[in-house]
């Protein structure tokens, strides 16, 4: 039972135009949402994070967007970079406070910038 | 500027045998955790710790143990290594306020085979 799914395995973008991950969530207990990266034989890094009584929260070229009553989100990245080349995983918990205990992943996008 | 280290990075095991997967952190982090990540899953908790002497169950704890005797360390012990146990093994830290985000902080992970 996949309560966060990326149903996207991957995505390819231009250098310079917006790439798009989308994430869906089942769990109605889920209030917070994060965004991680993770390059090849790194382990993640934090990226983006928005609590449900938002529905935008933007940091330089990554915005997410938040749709509580469709349980849906998804990061926008524009203008999209070589270097953004990554896996990129959402994320979800109960709250900010349980996110560092218990918190549960999509499968994860495999986003490719071509130059 | 070590943040959290897990080691070994590369191990392969045979079926029946245990070993231990060493995490230790250095921000004084009061939550630690284990993920593993498999292909087509994202990452899956283990086990996670709230502080020292303190540890619980996450979604897939079958076959693993932890112990959580200091702040710094989260020891993964596998007791009987199976074949299912091959993945990438991530530790990750976090501190009780959890900061705007609560993000996690990853090390870099450890890959286990199992033969």
């Known amino acids: 039972d996949q309560q966060v799914k990326q149903n996207s395995p991957s995505l390819s973008v231009q250098e310079g135009r917006i790439s798009i991950l989308n994430c869906d969530y089942t769990?109605?207990?889920?209030?917070?949402f994060l965004w991680y990266k993770k390059y090849p034989a790194e382990g993640p890094t934090f990226l983006i994070s928005i609590s449900s009584i938002k529905d935008k929260n933007e940091d330089g070229r990554f915005t997410v967007f938040l749709n509580k009553s469709a349980k849906h989100l998804s990061l926008h990245i524009v203008p999209s970079q070589p270097g953004d080349s990554a896996v990129y995983f959402c994320a979800a918990s109960a709250s900010p406070e349980t996110s560092g205990s218990r918190l549960t992943f999509g499968e994860g996008t495999q986003l490719t910038v071509n130059p | 500027n070590a943040g959290v280290t897990q080691t070994p990075k590369f191990q392969v095991l045979k079926t029946g045998q245990s070993m231990t997967l060493q995490c230790a952190q250095d921000m004084n982090h009061e939550y630690m955790s284990w993920y593993r990540q498999d292909p087509g899953m994202g990452l899956r908790l283990i086990h996670y710790s709230v502080g020292a002497g303190i540890t619980d169950q996450g979604e897939v704890p079958n076959g693993y143990n932890v112990s959580r005797s200091t702040t710094e360390d989260f020891p993964l012990r596998l007791l009987s290594a199976a074949p299912s146990q091959t993945s990438v093994y991530f530790c990750?830290?976090?501190?009780?306020?959890?900061?705007?985000?609560?993000?996690?902080?990853f090390g870099e992970g450890s890959r286990l085979t199992v033969l």
């Open positions: 769990n109605s207990m889920f209030d917070y």
């Open positions: 990750a830290s976090r501190n009780r306020q959890g900061g705007l985000t609560g993000e996690l902080f």
